[in-house]
């Protein structure tokens, strides 16, 4: 399984301490409002963050994916485990993209939508841009291939 690259786990952690910042303050305030605890206040706000950024490291762990022969398997999950197989005969088309905060980073995303049902697409996070290039030409080969070979062509 190739994994993502490490600069997402660093993303992923700033964006979980900032969540968690922002809720742990909020909630704090609310509990030292409501019951007057110092103490419960502060673990509030250190209980939070801490848990996301673990949370975000265990993410990162999880994710990875393997292009096969005859499909693109993919697997993450930090609470639900989530293994994907998807055969390259139902890929309709392959993009990349990258947000502001992954442009600075170097990173992009892959996203694989899929012959069937609404929202029938996997992204695939935190990759160098120039592997995610490459990874997006490959599937799209492949694509091709697989379509010749199931039309008998």
Excluded: C
């Amino acid at each position: 399984m190739e994994k993502l690259s490490s600069q997402v786990k660093i993303y992923w952690i700033i964006k979980s301490l900032i969540t968690g910042l922002i809720l742990g303050t909020v909630l704090s305030v609310g509990l030292h409002i409501s019951l007057g605890f110092l103490w419960l206040t502060v673990l509030a706000l250190l209980f939070l963050p801490t848990l996301f950024s673990l949370f975000s490291i265990y993410r990162y762990r999880n994710w990875g994916f393997e292009v096969k022969n005859s499909y693109l398997s993919i697997q993450f999950g930090v609470i639900t485990k989530v293994s994907m197989k998807i055969p390259y005969v139902r890929v309709q088309h392959i993009d990349t993209n990258r947000g502001p905060i992954e442009r600075i980073l170097g990173l992009a995303s892959v996203r694989v939508y899929t012959a069937g049902s609404s929202g029938a697409d996997i992204r695939i996070p935190g990759l160098k841009r120039s592997r995610a290039e490459e990874l997006q030409k490959e599937l799209k080969e492949k694509a091709i291939e697989s379509e010749k070979g199931f039309d008998g062509v």
